[in-house]
């Protein structure tokens, strides 16, 4: 259960845009835990909460920006954007690797895994047709933070894509490492206090939907979304842009690195 409430980025008669916890299901699991709607009854009351409909989906570990409709007529006129490859879509990775580059394009189909059903691969033959494209923002070392912009949804698509290219999520337990990053593991001076253990910078997934951007409309309501990143992301940016070898001059773009943690958008 999120320990604050869930973050209500804007709603109208219409709509309702959320930044979602990591951790929280966007539908309800085979062991019956709670979903993203039911935290929003106890926020918003079950007479809102009991209309919301999804529009579109993030994976339970996965953070950031979801739209939701409040009525059915809103549903299928977003649900349609999404299907139409109308809404633009901005994802902030940490991933572990070398970055081959400054940005690179990915279109490679996935197919569910012939060994585990539930996770997905590169389809050898046969496929749902899958791009993502990426940008270096900023280069730590051993891990880099990364912009992705997904021109398709497909399920894991930007974990199961960055992976085939030696970029895997920095933590992702389903396609590559569960172990925590530590402060250690970059600032070259570390020491601790005699019997005190250290605590890791992150241990969730390493990837947060951090910009939605949806067909304007006619009226006050904005186009652009933005999910500011949660205290453990925003902090482990901090710390590795503070001790990687190359300080704040590892981002591409220095401007970059204020942006983010501001939450303003790209």
């Not at 999404?82 to 809404?87: H, M, Q």
């Not at 250290?198 to 006050?220: F, S």
């Amino acid at each position: 259960m999120p320990k604050a409430a869930i973050e209500i980025i804007y709603q109208d008669d219409d709509i309702l845009v959320v930044n979602k916890p990591a951790g929280v299901p966007v539908t309800r699991d085979r062991k019956g835990a709670c979903q993203l709607i039911d935290f929003l009854a106890g926020q918003l009351g079950t007479q809102i909460s009991s209309r919301l409909r999804l529009v579109h989906r993030l994976d339970k570990d996965t953070s950031g920006v979801m739209l939701l409709a409040k009525n059915v007529e809103a549903q299928t006129k977003f649900s349609g954007y999404f299907e139409r490859k109308l809404v633009k879509k901005i994802y902030l990775a940490i991933v572990a690797g070398i970055v081959p580059g400054r940005q690179g394009a990915i279109n490679a189909s996935l197919t569910h895994s012939r060994k585990n059903p539930a996770l997905m691969c590169i389809a050898r033959k046969k496929g749902k047709a899958a791009i993502s494209n990426w940008q270096l923002l900023a280069d730590f070392g051993p891990v880099a933070l990364l912009v992705v912009r997904p021109l398709t949804g497909r399920t894991h698509q930007i974990r199961v894509h960055l992976t085939s290219i030696g970029l895997p999520l920095a933590i992702d337990p389903l396609y590559g490492s569960n172990s925590p990053l530590f402060l250690s593991d970059f600032k070259s001076v570390y020491r601790l206090g005699k019997f005190q253990a250290e605590k890791p910078l992150i241990e969730r997934l390493t990837l947060h939907a951090y910009q939605l951007i949806v067909p304007a409309e006619a009226g006050n309501r904005p186009s652009c979304f933005v999910a500011r990143l949660d205290k453990k992301f925003a902090a482990c940016i901090k710390m590795l842009t503070k001790y990687n070898s190359k300080g704040p001059d590892a981002f591409v773009n220095s401007g970059d690195y204020s942006k983010i943690l501001s939450g303003d958008r790209f």
